[in-house]
């Protein structure tokens, strides 16, 4: 008999050691700052690339570039190999705190909110929960001050958003 697995944190305590901790949103037109979110289990690029390579491959199919933000790494090579094909690997220092942008063939790109390794799990597991939620608008900064509740934009909301509604409701959350 098989044992399923009842709960999402069950999931996460089967992963193997090298697998990538990550969770993107569903395949759509994309929406607000990030795609998904990673979790690595350190600071050092090039060790934790390949695994998420793996992850997202189904998605953009071949991964072609990476860029990253210089200070948010221990070191990194300039280019990679993965799966025989060579990577480039582009560290900038105006790219946005905590992402990370893995490019594909045919100009496919996720931006991936990266998780500091040292995050507990529970925290971890609830921004990389909240920022794969189709339609979450939210900024890097309200999901990695996890967010309970995305902000997920329906057409009103947009509406009063352009009128200043965002600020006080985002204010009023404090």
Sequence with gaps: ??????????????????????????????????????????RELA???????????????????????FDGWDGAPTRMLFDGN??????????AADTVSIGGRGRRRLTLLVVAAQTDPET????????????????????????TMPRVETGEESDWDSEGGALDRLLARR
């Design 86 to 95: 060579g990577i480039k690997l582009s560290g900038y220092h105006y790219q």
């Design 47 to 69: 060790a934790e690339l390949p695994a998420l390579f793996a992850a997202v491959s189904e998605r953009l199919g071949r991964v072609v570039n990476v860029t990253y933000r």
């Design 124 to 147: 971890a597991r609830a921004i990389l929960s909240a920022a794969a939620v189709s339609g979450n608008t939210s900024t890097t900064g309200e999901l990695l001050g996890v967010v």
């Design 1 to 42: 008999m098989t044992q399923q697995l009842s709960t999402h944190h069950d999931v996460w305590d089967t992963l193997t050691p090298l697998a990538a901790r990550v969770m993107l949103k569903p395949a759509a037109p994309a929406t607000g700052a990030v795609d998904g979110a990673w979790w690595p289990r350190g």
